[in-house]
């Protein structure tokens, strides 16, 4: 089994991150150091939603992957344990620098603001759930690895996320996570990655002798 880690100025690729807001349409946050994620109702119900991508191209085609974490670093937590998910963007030609709630690249439309199209902006298939921490500090989003392995096998490596509440239009409950941009690079987001390759070779033995 191999192991593979992605953090933005650690290892592996570039990682880019940004926040939607849709109290704040027009503005980009791809330079911010913070990243937020849920619904505060005293922002005049602000929905705060986070884009992230992952280049994991330098793992090998035919792998199959066993695991995969995606690390994050509360640096504000949640009010209540709210329950989220991370998705897949469909709309993947999105921008660090020009994604906005109205527009994923500073000058084209989402289908529907707020990458909330199901089909051409983002896909429910294969969401991962998790909760909004309580406590800052690290935790963890697990089973990662079906979407990992579709950026594999179909996105050329591509893995390009929304993390946001899956109800977000009732209490308030907010998490701020570091971003890439973070001073502080083991806070930044980190995915880690476990994979098979080939055939192992009891299995080899195995099948020669059929």
């Not at 998705?87 to 707020?114: H, L, P």
């Not at 983002?122 to 909760?131: H, I, Q």
């Not at 089973?143 to 594999?152: F, K």
Request: charged share 15%.
């Amino acid at each position: 089994m191999a192991t593979n880690t992605y953090r933005e100025g650690v290892s592996g690729a570039s990682v880019p991150d940004t926040y939607l807001s849709s109290s704040r349409p027009t503005t980009n946050f791809g330079s911010s150091v913070l990243l937020e994620i849920g619904f505060f109702a005293a922002k005049g119900s602000d929905t705060l939603r986070t884009l992230m991508v992952f280049d994991v191209s330098d793992i090998p085609a035919g792998a199959v992957i066993t695991s995969a974490t995606l690390g994050l670093n509360a640096s504000t937590a949640a009010t209540s344990a709210s329950v989220a998910r991370a998705y897949r963007v469909v709309q993947d030609a999105w921008t660090e620098g020009g994604a906005t709630w109205n527009t994923y690249d500073g000058s084209n439309a989402w289908t529907t603001a707020g990458c909330s199209d199901d089909g051409s902006d983002f896909t429910l298939t294969d969401g991962v759930d998790w909760n909004l921490p309580t406590s800052t500090g690290a935790f963890d989003i697990t089973g990662m690895e079906t979407l990992v392995q579709d950026a594999v096998d179909n996105r050329a490596g591509n893995l390009h996320l929304l993390l946001r509440r899956i109800f977000e239009t009732s209490t308030t409950s907010i998490v701020t996570v570091d971003s890439g941009e973070h001073a502080t690079p083991a806070n930044r987001p980190l995915l880690t990655v476990n994979y098979t390759t080939g055939i192992p070779i009891l299995g080899r033995r195995r099948r020669n002798m059929v």
